[in-house]
């Protein structure tokens, strides 16, 4: 099958941790290679940003992506593309005049609205997964959230005129529902994780594997809404512990992030800055060490569409205490391997991490489990076999089940 990927602004080359690369440029890329691997003809469309990028680039498996001209080759924040969005679809449009994929998949809203205009005009059916949507976005944020006035329409539109929504939890099937799209319309497929990577027992030489302290990760993107200043309140109720957060831009360019020194100030504020580190960003390769190293991970954002640093830690075999929110829901499964909270609720989660740090016995279990759920339901070969469905399903125009996955 020939299949298109389109995300605008998520490119599976970028390195991860900045402030609009995260999760979703993940999904993309091991989705891709997956797909590639079992013998599809895969191409990923992602905005250029950079007048030195080829054309086209191979990604491990046999997956090819390919950079569109829309908009000034130079990094745009996301929430500034619209603009160029009939631009990356007329591009569209005109490369699948010859051959045209058999299926798109649109990534984020904006890729949505690219795909619409490059597929309408050969009736190719697009698959739509928003990965974050605007009205909880717009709910948790408030009027800090500098979304295009427009996203939450066009998010509605696209997800009513789709062949078909592919959700990535059970939490966005109900938003969705919210918003006019049926839950007839829409397949649930998680995000997945590369269990070989992340697994118990990595080590790298420069993570220490025992301290005098227990310690706590967090990690993603430094961005506001990940949470991690709740995780530093909730750090003065808990005793002997540190808080390590992996995650923005590189070590040396810390000083110069905003909300690395609105994180580190705060810290200070509630003395707890001798017992809060945070690395910036960490080579991918050294990350399983890392969470392998922690006595248990954090991740306590207001609000996650999906979130994979807690199937990172489970495929590690680490406990994860996370915030009862979004996609965390479906993936943690609370005292089991590891716990839910409520959100903001600094109380509830120091009491639920004073639990898990106690009892070294509980913690391995919930470790022990947690990988086996990860091995079950979230490698990336089970994802691919959902994704691969409703591809086949929709390109033969056929009915689907709500759930594949």
């Known amino acids: 099958m020939r299949i298109a990927m ?8 970028a390195a991860l941790g900045g402030v609009d690369a995260g999760g979703q440029n993940v999904y993309v890329a091991r989705l891709s290679e997956e797909l590639a691997r079992r013998g599809h003809d895969v191409t990923v469309y992602t905005r250029r940003d950079s007048t030195e990028l080829p054309d086209r680039v191979a990604l491990p498996g046999g997956a090819v992506v390919e950079h569109v001209p829309a908009g000034p080759p130079e990094p745009v924040p996301k929430d500034e593309l619209l603009p160029y969005m009939p631009a990356f679809g007329a591009y569209l449009a005109r490369v699948w005049e010859d051959e045209p994929p058999q299926a798109v998949h649109a990534h984020f ?6 795909a619409r205009t490059g597929a309408g005009p050969h009736d190719i059916p697009v698959v739509q997964t928003f990965h974050a949507l605007g009205t909880v976005k717009r709910r948790h944020q408030g009027h800090e959230d500098t979304s295009p006035a427009e996203r939450v329409s066009l998010e509605r539109q696209l997800g009513r005129g789709c062949a078909r929504v592919l959700a990535t939890c059970t939490d966005e099937v109900l938003e969705l529902a919210d918003m006019g799209v049926p839950p007839r319309r829409v397949s649930v497929v998680p995000c997945g994780v590369d269990v070989s990577h992340f697994r118990p027992g990595a080590r790298a030489a420069d993570i220490p594997a025992r301290r005098e302290r227990h310690r706590l990760l967090a990690c993603g993107r430094l961005v506001r809404r990940k949470g991690y200043d709740q995780a530093i ?3 003065t109720r808990i005793p002997d512990t540190e808080l390590v957060v992996a995650g923005g831009p590189p070590p040396d360019l810390l000083g110069a992030e905003p909300e690395a020194r609105r994180l580190l100030a705060l810290a200070d504020r509630h003395g707890v800055a001798d017992r809060v580190r945070l690395l910036g960003a960490v080579d991918p390769a050294r990350m399983p060490a890392l969470i392998g190293s922690a006595d248990a991970v954090l991740c306590t954002p207001t609000y996650e569409p999906f979130g994979i640093v807690p199937l990172e830690a489970m495929a590690c075999g680490v406990p994860v205490v996370a915030t009862d929110v979004g996609g965390h829901r479906d993936t943690v499964s609370d005292g089991v391997t590891g716990r839910l909270v409520p959100a903001a609720d600094l109380g509830a989660i120091a009491e639920a991490v004073r639990d898990v740090l106690a009892d070294e016995r509980l913690r391995r279990t919930m ?13 990336w070969q089970r994802v691919a076999d959902g994704v691969e469905e409703v591809y086949q399903r929709v ?3 056929d009915e689907i089940p709500s759930e594949v996955a």
């Open 109 to 114: 809203w904006m890729s949505g609205l690219a």
């Open 367 to 379: 470790g022990a489990i947690g990988r086996d759920r990860a091995l079950a339901r979230y490698t």
């Open 395 to 397: 390109t033969a125009r």
């Open 6 to 13: 389109v995300s605008e602004h998520a490119s599976p080359l």
């Open 233 to 235: 309140r909730a750090l």
